[in-house]
């Protein structure tokens, strides 16, 4: 499995697979490369990089406090430098867009356009109440096929999904122990998390800055219609900023979209066309 090392020697796992328009995929908060699965096989012409952030997936684990959106997104930077990209698209979902703006802030040179999958510059309370009550705790389910039959009930934001899908979900979210399922992230997680969440923002700190550092970037947003981390008026919001925006909703999904939906595949073609 490829692999790099990151300045304070802490390694990374990737995948790099396609040919054609380079784009660096940014999972979720407890996620991995292996979430843009689903939608690999249905864009032609484009170089997929993957990266599992480090404490995730085949990454080694790290100090819990370099577990942050900017550490993150130097890893980002440091990964296209191993993979000597001056520049790449990055579709970012959930984490992954949070990281993106942060990189159009400090490093828009590097940028050929942005797809957010279910995230905006401003995050729904709902949505991290929610993070707060699962994140580092052991999986409730003794299998992967118990989690498969109880997450539709979790996720009810999330409906029409076959049973074959929650089956995928459950094995790129859990691992299978002797002693019952475990986690595919580093637990200390939680403690960034905290960390994070507990600090109150600067009194003149803007959210919306980073939102607007993506300025003259070919732009996506793909949302969940039930989603609990990016409001309806968030998204209105960055529609009206950006009416350039290719934007599109996807009905019976909360977060995060899978990707592979058609509504989904139409706006990110679209957006693969503008870089």
């Known amino acids: 499995m490829p692999h790099f090392t990151t300045s304070d020697d802490i390694r990374l796992h990737y995948t790099d697979d396609g040919a054609g328009t380079p784009i660096l995929c940014l999972a979720g908060l407890t996620r991995d490369g292996r979430d843009f699965d689903y939608m690999a096989p249905h864009l032609d012409g484009v170089r997929l990089i993957r990266l599992d952030y480090r404490g995730r997936g085949g990454s080694q684990h790290a100090p819990a406090d370099t577990y942050t959106v900017m550490q993150e997104a ?33 490093a828009k040179s590097r940028l050929t356009g942005v797809c957010l999958n279910d995230v905006g510059p401003v995050i729904d309370p709902k949505g991290l109440q929610a993070i707060a009550g699962y994140l580092g705790k052991p999986p409730a389910w003794s299998s992967r096929a118990e989690a498969a039959i109880a997450l539709p009930a979790v996720r009810p934001a ?10 995928a979900e459950a094995q790129r979210l859990f691992t299978e122990t002797d002693t019952g399922l475990g986690l595919t992230y580093d637990p200390a997680l939680r ?15 803007d959210p919306w800055a980073a939102f607007e550092a993506l300025e003259d970037l070919p732009l996506a947003l793909i949302r969940g219609e039930g989603s609990n981390i990016l409001s309806q008026e968030t ?17 019976d999904r909360g977060h995060v979209p899978f990707l592979d939906e058609p509504d989904a595949l139409v706006a990110l073609r679209a957006w693969v066309a503008r870089l």
Request: glycine letters at 4%.
């Open 235 to 251: 998204a209105q919001e960055m529609r009206r900023r950006r009416p350039d925006m290719i934007y599109a909703e996807i009905s």
């Open 158 to 167: 999330f409906r029409d999904v076959p049973a074959t899908r929650w089956e």
């Open 191 to 205: 403690e960034a998390f905290d960390a994070a969440t507990a600090t109150p923002p600067a009194p003149d700190a």
């Open 74 to 106: 130097q890893d980002a930077l440091a990964l296209l430098d191993h993979l000597q990209l001056s520049r790449s698209a990055i579709l970012g979902t959930s984490r992954g867009g949070l990281i993106a703006m942060a990189l159009a802030m400090k």
